[in-house]
C-alpha cells in the first residue's frame, strides 16, 4: 500500500493547532463515518480512530461526555465496554448539518425570499434566534428583519419549534420583481454577507488540498488508513467553510465564486479515497453486535452520486 507524504504533513499540521478541538472532530466522524453505518461504536475503536489524529484517550472521553450531555449521543453499557450511538434529536442535528455538505450545490432559483421578523422578541431570545438563523445562512436586511432567498422550511419550522418562537415571529415570503442580479440587489447581498472574507478561506481550502488531489493521481492502492484521515480532515476543514456560507443562489454570487471551485475539489478528493476509508472502518470499528454494518444506501448518493 502507497503512505503519501502529503497526507502525513496535513495530519502533522492539524496535530500541531492549538487547542485541538476534540468535540468538532468527533461530530466530524460521526456525521461523515459513523452516521451512514449504523450510528454507534465501541468508546475504545473510536479512541484508536483519533489516536493518530493527536487526540488522547482523556481528551476523547472528556469530549464525549460533553456531546452526550448536550444530547448528540447516549451511551450504552456492555459487560466493561461503552458503546457510544447517535440519539434521535442528535441524528436530526447531524442529517441538517451534513445534508449542506453532500447536497447539490446550486438549485434552481426562482426569486423568492423567506423573510423572518423578529421585533415582538425580547433582546435576549433575538439575539439566541439571530444566531441559529445565520448558521443557517440567513442574513439581517434590516434591525429585526433577516432574509434568506433559499432557506430550507422544514428546517425553519424546525429551530421555531425549539426554540418555542412559532406563535412570536412573522415569517413571510416575499417574490422579487425585476433582475435576480440588479445592482441594489447585489449590494444587499455584498452589505448583509461577509463574502470577502469566505471567498479568502475558500481559496486557502483550495491552495491546501489541491496538491494532495494532484498527488493521489490515479492511484488506487493509497494505505486505508491515510484515506481515512485524509477524508476526515477533508471534510472537517470543509465543514467549517460550509457552517459561514449562506448557501445563496448562483445568481446572487460574485462572478466566478470560488465555494464551487472548492466544492468540487471537495468532492473529487472523496470519490477518489472513500473506498479505502471504508475498509479501514470496517477493519478497526466495533459495535455492540459485531463488526459495522454496511454504509446505507443513502452514503452512495454523496456529492451526486459516488
Known sequence: MNKLKCIDELVEEFKNQRPIRGGSLIITIYGDAIAA???????????????????????????????????????????????????????????????????????????????????????ELRKVLKKEFEW?????????????????????????????????????????????SSEPLK????????????????????????PILRALGNKNDIDPEQCFLLRTLLIQHYRRLLLRDPRLPEKLLPADWVGASARILCRNIYRKIYPQAEVFLSETQETADGPLPEPAPHFYKRFGGL
Open 187 to 210: 449590494q444587499l447581498v455584498h452589505e448583509c454577507w461577509n463574502l470577502d472574507q469566505l471567498s479568502k478561506d475558500y481559496q486557502a481550502f483550495l491552495d491546501r488540498f489541491r
Open 136 to 180: 443557517q445562512g440567513f442574513g439581517n436586511i434590516s434591525p429585526g428583519v433577516m432574509a434568506h432567498p433559499m432557506a430550507d422550511l422544514a428546517e425553519i419550522n424546525n429551530t421555531l419549534q425549539e426554540l418555542c418562537v412559532t406563535n412570536e415571529i412573522i415569517h413571510m415570503k416575499s417574490e422579487l420583481f425585476g433582475s435576480h
Open 37 to 123: 453505518r449504523g450510528g454507534s461504536v465501541w468508546l475504545g475503536s473510536l479512541i484508536r480512530l483519533l489516536e493518530p489524529l493527536g487526540l488522547n484517550q482523556r481528551l476523547v472521553r472528556t469530549s464525549i461526555f460533553r456531546l452526550t450531555k448536550e444530547g448528540w449521543l447516549t451511551s450504552n453499557q456492555v459487560g466493561r465496554r461503552s458503546y457510544y450511538s447517535l440519539t434521535d434529536s442528535g441524528r436530526r442535528r447531524f442529517e441538517s448539518a451534513f445534508k449542506r455538505i453532500y447536497a447539490e450545490l446550486y438549485p434552481e432559483w426562482q426569486g423568492k425570499w423567506d423573510m423572518l421578523i423578529t421585533t415582538q422578541l425580547d433582546n
